[in-house]
Structure formats: C-alpha cells, structure tokens
C-alpha cells in the first residue's frame, strides 16, 4: 500500500492503491511503449476493404451491451483513477432516460469491482468526438482534478491534445487560433457562432473569448493531420476554430457546411444563415477514401482526444501522460491519405 500513501497526499486518499501509467509522447495510434489496452484499435492486415472499421452504433446498443463496451474500452483502472477509450457517437450526458455514459456509470463501476465507490467523470470529450475519458472513484480526487484543470486553463497551459484530420491543409504549420464564439438555438440545435468584434455587452450576453493551438503534423492528399490544443472550453470549439481555418475536420457534419468553395478558392459563408448539412467532399478526395458519396455523408468526426496530461505524483515528479489509441476508423483514413506521422 507504499502507492495508497505517496497518491494519497496528492489526490486526498481516497480507495485503493493508486497510479496511472506514464506513457511517452506520442500521436500515433500508439504511443511509444505505451502497451496495448483493452478497447486499442490495433489490427492486422489492410483496413481500406471496410469504410469505418471498428465504428459502434452506441443507439443501438443496449444499456448491458453499453457496459460491457466501455469494460472492454478500460486503458487504465489503479486506484480511483480509470481512463477509457469512448467510441464516437456516444454522449456523456444526457435527458433522463437516454442511454449515456453518465447513465451506465453505476453498472460500469460494478462491473469493475468498486462495489459502492461508483465512478464520477472528471474530464470526457463530446458525443462526436472519441477518445480519452478520465473517471475517478473518489469525490476528493476529481475535486483536486478539476481544480487542476480549472487552473490551467487560467494560466494558459494546456492539459489536453487532440488529433484530428483536416479537409484542407492550414495556411501555416502551427500557430494559434482566437475566436469570440457564442452559442445561438437554432432548429433545435445549439450551434457556435463566431463574433466579432465581441462588445462588452456581448460578453456579459454569453459570448466567450477562445483559444486553441494548432499543428499540422502530417499532409497528404490535400489533408491534414493536426493536433490540437484547446486553451478555453466551448462546445464545438475545435471544430469552429478549423473552419475558420477553411480546413473543416473530417466527418463535420455541422460546421463543415461554412466553408464555400469558388474556383478552386475557400471562403466564410455567413454563420448566422449557413445551416447544418452533410460535408462534401470533392471526387478526388472520396477516390482516396475509397467512399461513394453515400458512404461519405456517414462519415464520422475524425476528432480524438488522444492525450491528457496531469500533474506528477510529487510536486517535483515529471508529468503523468494518459494516451488513447485512435479509433480504426481513423487508422484507416491516415492510411488512404497517406498522412504518415513524423
């Protein structure tokens, strides 16, 4: 129990012995010496023959077979700390009665052997979006967690890192995006919509001031695989930030629709009047997805939250790295891409 005591007075003491495991960087489908979890998407063989390989249809499963998918999803579970590896399509929250994650939470915490220390989510991304989620045991630890995050985001430093697959290379390797976003009901659906220039009064009206960095870390085939990383929270925030990159993520089927096209040239429609619409995507990029254009309007959100990174064990300890491996589907769209990490 040496690990309950060095954890304990970090993250309040709460359940059994706790660790994570501190992986390299990394930002491919794995990490360097990261092994290979429960829920990876590692396969053998060619993954061009099926158009989404590995894709769950989380409204079709039942609230067992939910369960059993996030068991099976588990990269991590020591102490009060479990990460898994959300499939895209399922939400976190919900209205009552919709099979969630936050709704399976207690029959996941069972299946996990907790008995009554039921998980509580610290950190997940949205519904369309896959990847790590941080779940602890302890009421005590996801304060502390949360604080943390709360406190980076004041000081700029980020602790997340997503990955994601652009239609459309940025003008520029890296940098940073900044956008005032606000939050309009329309047909049912709230959308982020840039402003600018924000008054005072916008802001008081719920407008917010975000900020995400960029990098491309891989072209191909007119795309671009990008890491992202997100220094305020917004809903949709990375998604309105590359469309404002005239780069739409992969599989947007909300903001993608912004993005107009005139010989050849990229341009901003107006957001207020542009309503939501299946991405299209050119001829030539569906040949190298191997997709007819049904097959493209199913598409899913090429977006991952690969990486998060949390304070080490000792306040002079290096940082600890929880790493998700990227859905297959994803795997296969960097292979037809040809978008090879460096």
């Known amino acids: 129990m040496r690990g309950c005591r060095v954890w304990g007075r970090l993250w309040g003491g709460c359940g059994q012995t706790p660790g994570v495991h501190a992986a390299a960087k990394g930002f491919g489908t794995e990490a360097r010496h990261h092994q290979q979890p429960r829920g990876s998407s590692r396969q053998s063989g060619p993954l061009r023959d099926q158009p989404f390989p590995g894709l769950l249809q989380p409204e079709n499963l039942s609230r067992e077979e939910l369960v059993d998918v996030l068991r099976a999803a588990v990269l991590d579970q020591k102490g009060p ?3 898994l590896n959300k499939p895209q399509g399922l939400p976190v929250t919900g209205k009552p009665g919709e099979l969630t994650l936050l709704s399976v939470l207690p029959e996941l915490s069972q ?3 907790l008995g009554e220390q039921e998980l509580q989510v610290v950190r997940a991304p949205g519904k369309e979006t896959s990847g790590l989620v941080l779940l602890s045991s302890c009421p005590q630890t996801a ?8 406190h980076s985001r004041r000081t700029q430093r980020p602790t997340a890192t ?5 239609d459309g290379i940025p003008a520029t390797t890296e940098g940073k995006i900044q956008a005032a976003l606000k939050l309009e009901h329309t047909d049912g659906v709230n959308l982020a919509v840039p402003v600018k220039p924000p008054s005072r009064k916008d802001i008081l009206e719920g407008v917010k001031r975000t900020l995400s960095h960029f990098r491309v870390m ?3 085939s007119g795309c671009a695989l990008v890491q992202l990383q997100p220094l305020t929270v917004f809903p949709s925030q990375l998604q309105v930030h590359m469309v404002l990159q005239l780069c739409p993520v992969l599989g947007d089927h909300t903001y993608s629709a912004r993005v107009g096209t005139v ?12 309503k939501p619409r299946k991405q299209v995507l050119d001829e030539a990029l569906l040949r190298h997805l191997h997709l007819t254009p ?7 959100l090429h977006l991952h939250l690969h990486c998060l990174h949390l304070p080490g064990a000792r306040p002079m300890a290096a940082p600890i790295e929880f790493l998700a491996p990227l859905p297959s589907y994803f795997s296969r769209t960097l292979q037809c891409l040809g978008l090879h990490q460096p």
């Open 162 to 166: 997503y990955c994601a697959v652009t």
């Open 81 to 83: 700390l479990v990460t």
């Open 111 to 113: 299946s996990l052997g």
């Open 294 to 300: 049904s097959q493209a309007a199913q598409l899913p």
């Open 218 to 220: 891989a072209t191909g």
């Open 263 to 274: 010989l050849g040239q990229r341009f901003l429609l107006p957001a207020e009047s542009t």
């Open 143 to 150: 304060s502390r967690l949360q604080k943390f995050f709360s």
